[in-house]
């Protein structure tokens, strides 16, 4: 049992209020505040943890983009990862980046870093996407447990607890696996300062989508980016009778 | 964007009906603009990049800091200020995160950065509570930076290790009768073969409640004036050595302050710190560094505080608009807002003069005169912007009212910073 793959994104910071550029074409990212996924914190807590019960010997953080996702990288680091790996992916390439191109980087990368398991976030908090997980264990055809809440290490098998829809669901799969970090899996540990000072000398190695044989062309296009429409005021009734005449009246029932 | 999932969020969704934490969730993220790392200035061949630039690791230091006071230290904060105690469990996770020893080695466990991460940590502990930004404060910038300057191999072995893990400590210099004019301190030290027998009393202690080692300024030779000033290693358990009730102060309560009695207390000579009486130089030097540590404090407060105001102009409506939008509100918060700019500017300004090893008094003393100046300013109108609820507890303005109070008078009141800016400047025009 020895590696696992992290992988981390840089997406804008959660408390961050989106802006649509005005061409419609996306949100705005020039000059604002970016961090890495809260789920990808959480999946590299996991790894972490997995490290320090010594279930596994190295965990290697990924994350695809331009030169800023190095900061994210780093902080992966600052949280326990021993190193890196930043996949190069600029300019058109980087913005038409869905979960497809990610899912084929990280099978690529996992069977090149002869890993165990792949851990990443359940889904990024721009896109929602909640594919590449899915997409990764299915291009590897390894066996995946998503919207992880509890994982547990059991020989060569890993116990899943998943949160679904009607309650928790516990399956045991064979390793390698991809697994996908559900919220309450854990709490992500602060990287303590001295941690911080460590992370500036472990390494992040550089590549780039066309060394691990990826095309990076995408199959979807997006059209058109709006807000959602302002919330207006509801209206309040006073019985019953007003409400259903009301929800007639404008055609609901 | 999945907005109710993040942790933040559903932790401040369970308490929305709480204006404290209403408040507090926004503290996260507020600067407008994302960093410049150094390293990208220098890459983009900017020679002389402005003073909010920091080095990766900077970077990276003060965000973890802003995250963790902002979600583990911010719920007791209010609990900590009325009861007048600092929360052992406080104190414990500024060992764990590494923040009492910022510009210790590694070697002694320390987190072996600079001390411009020293400030800015400082800066982001006092947004959420300047009490335990003082702690911080004063353990890095007084007390490692004098083990670190003057200890002999076997106190730093001794101490050091033991202050970036686990150990708080003091510095004790004020008395009773001698606090501006520190010099004239009364505490004596008697030689007796290899110890030295301590007598008197200190006032205005920071920390005394949870420290472990006190640094002790005693005169050895009072006939000498104060050539005679030592400083002197004294561990929490030596006899004699009383520890007095604590003040109960107006503001930064949850800092304890205590007078100290040292009876007739033993103390062998390998516990003197550098050389017998070099202590006033000892102090100065340290309090000269010291000034910009309280400087970032202030300047973490008077931004704390403001974070904390604007957000509620912006929500409170009266004459059918925001109160922000009022032309003679946006006045005086921009006013506010290019103060605090000022006061961030000189104290970083200062820290970075210091670590560039070029003279630094004159600049560290506008730091600590301005800020504290900015913070009492800030302080006064966010109560005022927030009306009637900035007046109450629930609300957390009136505590950083309080907490400013403080900054015009200890490490060197404003009228000692201003008399010696003045004596710089009288040099200054020495022909």
Same mark, same amino acid.
């Given at each position: 049992?020895?590696?696992?793959?992290?992988?981390?994104?840089?997406?804008?910071?959660?408390?961050?209020?989106?802006?649509?550029?005005?061409?419609?074409?996306?949100?705005?990212?020039?000059?604002?505040?970016?961090?890495?996924?809260?789920?990808?914190?959480?999946?590299?807590?996991?790894?972490?943890?997995?490290?320090?019960?010594?279930?596994?010997?190295?965990?290697?953080?990924?994350?695809?983009?331009?030169?800023?996702?190095?900061?994210?990288?780093?902080?992966?680091?600052?949280?326990?990862?021993?190193?890196?790996?930043?996949?190069?992916?600029?300019?058109?390439?980087?913005?038409?980046?869905?979960?497809?191109?990610?899912?084929?980087?990280?099978?690529?990368?996992?069977?090149?870093?002869?890993?165990?398991?792949?851990?990443?976030?359940?889904?990024?908090?721009?896109?929602?996407?909640?594919?590449?997980?899915?997409?990764?264990?299915?291009?590897?055809?390894?066996?995946?447990?998503?919207?992880?809440?509890?994982?547990?290490?059991?020989?060569?098998?890993?116990?899943?607890?998943?949160?679904?829809?009607?309650?928790?669901?516990?399956?045991?799969?064979?390793?390698?696996?991809?697994?996908?970090?559900?919220?309450?899996?854990?709490?992500?540990?602060?990287?303590?300062?001295?941690?911080?000072?460590?992370?500036?000398?472990?390494?992040?190695?550089?590549?780039?989508?066309?060394?691990?044989?990826?095309?990076?062309?995408?199959?979807?296009?997006?059209?058109?980016?709006?807000?959602?429409?302002?919330?207006?005021?509801?209206?309040?009734?006073?019985?019953?009778?007003?409400?259903?005449?009301?929800?007639?009246?404008?055609?609901?029932? | 964007?999945?907005?109710?999932?993040?942790?933040?969020?559903?932790?401040?969704?369970?308490q929305v009906s709480r204006p404290w934490s209403v408040c507090q969730?926004?503290?996260?993220?507020?600067?407008?603009? /994302?960093?410049?790392?150094?390293?990208?200035?220098?890459?983009?061949?900017?020679?002389? /990049?402005?003073?909010?630039?920091?080095?990766?690791?900077?970077?990276?230091?003060?965000?973890?800091?802003?995250?963790?006071?902002?979600?583990?230290?911010?719920?007791?904060?209010?609990?900590?200020?009325?009861?007048?105690?600092?929360?052992?469990?406080?104190?414990?996770?500024?060992?764990?995160?590494?923040?009492?020893?910022?510009?210790?080695?590694?070697?002694?466990?320390?987190?072996?950065?600079?001390?411009?991460?020293?400030?800015?940590?400082?800066?982001?502990?006092?947004?959420?509570?300047?009490?335990?930004?003082? @702690?911080?404060?004063?353990?890095?910038? @007084?007390?490692?930076?004098?083990?670190?300057?003057? &200890?002999?191999?076997?106190?730093?072995?001794?101490?050091?290790?033991?202050?970036?893990?686990?150990?708080?400590?003091?510095?004790?210099?004020?008395?009773?009768?001698?606090?501006?004019?520190?010099?004239?301190?009364?505490?004596?030290?008697?030689?007796?073969?290899?110890?030295?027998?301590?007598?008197?009393?200190?006032?205005?202690?920071?920390?005394?409640?949870?420290?472990?080692?006190?640094?002790?300024?005693?005169?050895?030779? /009072?006939?000498? &004036?104060?050539?005679?000033?030592?400083?002197?290693?004294?561990?929490?358990?030596?006899?004699?050595?009383?520890?007095?009730?604590?003040?109960?102060?107006? $503001?930064?309560?949850?800092?304890?302050?205590?007078?100290?009695?040292?009876?007739?207390?033993?103390?062998?000579?390998?516990?003197?710190?550098?050389?017998?009486?070099? &202590?006033?130089?000892?102090?100065?030097?340290?309090?000269?560094? $010291?000034?910009?540590?309280?400087?970032?404090?202030?300047? $973490? @407060?008077?931004?704390?505080?403001?974070?904390q105001?604007?957000?509620y102009?912006?929500?409170?409506?009266?004459?059918?608009?925001?109160?922000?939008?009022?032309?003679?509100?946006?006045?005086?918060?921009?006013?506010?807002?290019?103060?605090?700019?000022?006061?961030?500017? @000189?104290?970083?300004?200062?820290?970075?003069?210091?670590?560039? $090893?070029?003279?630094?008094?004159?600049?560290?003393?506008?730091?600590?005169?301005?800020?504290?100046?900015?913070?009492?300013?800030?302080?006064?109108?966010?109560?005022?912007?927030m009306? &009637?609820v900035?007046?109450t507890k629930d609300y957390p303005?009136?505590?950083?009212?309080?907490?400013?109070?403080?900054?015009?008078?200890?490490?060197?009141?404003?009228?000692?910073?201003?008399?010696?800016?003045?004596?710089?400047?009288?040099?200054?025009?020495?022909?």
């Amino acid at each position: 049992m020895s590696r696992v793959l992290v992988g981390v994104k840089r997406v804008i910071d959660y408390a961050v209020k989106i802006r649509v550029k005005p061409d419609h074409s996306g949100v705005v990212t020039d000059g604002v505040k970016h961090s890495m996924n809260p789920f990808c914190e959480i999946a590299v807590e996991e790894a972490v943890k997995l490290k320090e019960k010594k279930f596994i010997k190295e965990v290697v953080a990924v994350s695809c983009g331009p030169t800023q996702v190095t900061e994210t990288i780093r902080t992966a680091l600052a949280m326990g990862c021993d190193r890196g790996i930043h996949v190069e992916v600029s300019g058109k390439d980087y913005e038409a980046m869905g979960p497809l191109q990610i899912a084929k980087i990280f099978a690529a990368l996992a069977k090149k870093e002869e890993a165990s398991l792949v851990i990443l976030g359940k889904q990024a908090i721009d896109d929602d996407c909640n594919q590449t997980g899915q997409m990764t264990a299915a291009l590897l055809d390894w066996p995946q447990g998503t919207f992880a809440s509890e994982v547990t290490i059991d020989g060569e098998k890993v116990k899943v607890v998943r949160e679904i829809d009607g309650g928790l669901e516990t399956i045991k799969i064979s390793m390698p696996a991809v697994l996908t970090a559900d919220l309450r899996l854990n709490t992500p540990r602060y990287a303590t300062l001295p941690n911080i000072m460590k992370a500036k000398k472990k390494k992040i190695a550089n590549m780039k989508p066309a060394d691990l044989g990826v095309d990076m062309v995408s199959r979807v296009e997006v059209l058109r980016v709006d807000e959602p429409p302002t919330r207006l005021a509801g209206v309040k009734v006073e019985t019953v009778d007003d409400l259903v005449a009301k929800l007639k009246a404008n055609g609901t029932i | 964007m999945a907005s109710p999932l993040i942790r933040c969020f559903s932790k401040v969704g369970r308490q929305v009906s709480r204006p404290w934490s209403v408040c507090q969730h926004g503290l996260r993220n507020r600067s407008t603009q /994302p960093d410049m790392s150094a390293e990208q200035a220098a890459a983009l061949g900017v020679t002389y /990049p402005p003073l909010q630039t920091y080095s990766e690791e900077e970077g990276m230091m003060r965000d973890a800091v802003n995250k963790f006071a902002q979600e583990r230290l911010a719920p007791f904060v209010s609990k900590m200020d009325e009861n007048s105690l600092m929360d052992p469990e406080v104190i414990k996770s500024l060992f764990e995160q590494g923040l009492m020893g910022i510009e210790i080695d590694p070697e002694y466990g320390g987190t072996g950065s600079t001390f411009f991460s020293s400030i800015l940590v400082i800066e982001e502990l006092a947004k959420v509570d300047a009490s335990v930004a003082v @702690l911080c404060d004063i353990q890095n910038t @007084l007390i490692n930076t004098l083990f670190t300057k003057l &200890g002999t191999a076997a106190q730093k072995e001794r101490y050091l290790s033991r202050l970036s893990t686990d150990m708080v400590g003091s510095f004790c210099l004020s008395e009773a009768e001698s606090g501006s004019d520190a010099f004239s301190l009364k505490t004596r030290a008697d030689k007796h073969g290899d110890y030295y027998v301590i007598n008197g009393s200190k006032m205005w202690i920071s920390n005394a409640e949870q420290a472990g080692v006190f640094l002790v300024m005693a005169n050895v030779d /009072p006939s000498a &004036g104060h050539r005679g000033i030592t400083c002197f290693i004294v561990d929490r358990d030596t006899e004699g050595l009383q520890i007095g009730k604590k003040e109960n102060k107006l $503001g930064l309560r949850a800092s304890s302050t205590c007078p100290l009695n040292l009876d007739n207390i033993k103390v062998p000579e390998k516990n003197v710190l550098g050389q017998i009486g070099h &202590g006033y130089k000892y102090a100065i030097g340290m309090l000269n560094e $010291g000034r910009i540590g309280i400087a970032a404090q202030m300047l $973490g @407060l008077a931004q704390g505080c403001f974070d904390q105001a604007v957000p509620y102009t912006r929500q409170r409506v009266q004459f059918g608009k925001r109160i922000f939008d009022f032309q003679a509100m946006q006045h005086q918060i921009a006013h506010v807002a290019t103060q605090i700019e000022a006061a961030r500017l @000189l104290t970083y300004n200062a820290a970075r003069l210091k670590e560039a $090893g070029r003279p630094f008094i004159k600049e560290a003393c506008m730091a600590k005169y301005f800020t504290s100046e900015v913070a009492t300013l800030t302080t006064s109108k966010c109560i005022e912007w927030m009306g &009637g609820v900035g007046f109450t507890k629930d609300y957390p303005v009136e505590k950083y009212y309080r907490d400013c109070k403080i900054g015009t008078i200890y490490e060197g009141t404003t009228n000692i910073q201003l008399s010696t800016m003045a004596k710089f400047i009288d040099k200054e025009y020495d022909h």
